[in-house]
Nanobody
């Protein structure tokens, strides 16, 4: 089992930045896909960004050029740098680890962007 613990959420004004961190209780392996999802009030959970062990990163169109996902396997941690935040980025952000056919989830961290 892997436990994921997100941190770094909070309240920020539009145009500001936040950096989310996700620490895994166990080892992150090269073949694990790490991702950040978010869920806004009244909406379904959506993929924000993912990164593979091979260094491939993908982003939802809504965050391209503003968010950056990165991982540090030695620290068993994945990050999401969020710049130029907008009110529509307000959501609970969840860390996800996909290993083979299993998904592990964190409990989420709330990001609120005020206009």
């Amino acid at each position: 089992q892997v436990q994921l613990d997100e941190s770094g959420g909070g309240l920020v004004q539009a145009g500001g930045s936040l950096r989310l961190s996700c620490a895994a209780s166990g080892n992150i392996f090269r073949f694990d896909v790490m991702a950040w999802y978010r869920q806004a009030p009244g909406k379904e959970r959506e993929l924000v960004a993912l990164t593979t062990g091979g260094g491939v990163s993908k982003y939802d169109d809504s965050v391209k050029g503003r968010f950056t996902i990165s991982r540090d396997n030695a620290k068993n941690t994945v990050y999401l740098q969020m710049d130029s935040l907008q009110p529509e980025d307000t959501a609970v952000y969840f860390c996800n680890l996909h290993r083979y056919t299993t998904d592990f989830w964190g409990k989420g961290t709330l990001v609120t962007v005020s206009s």
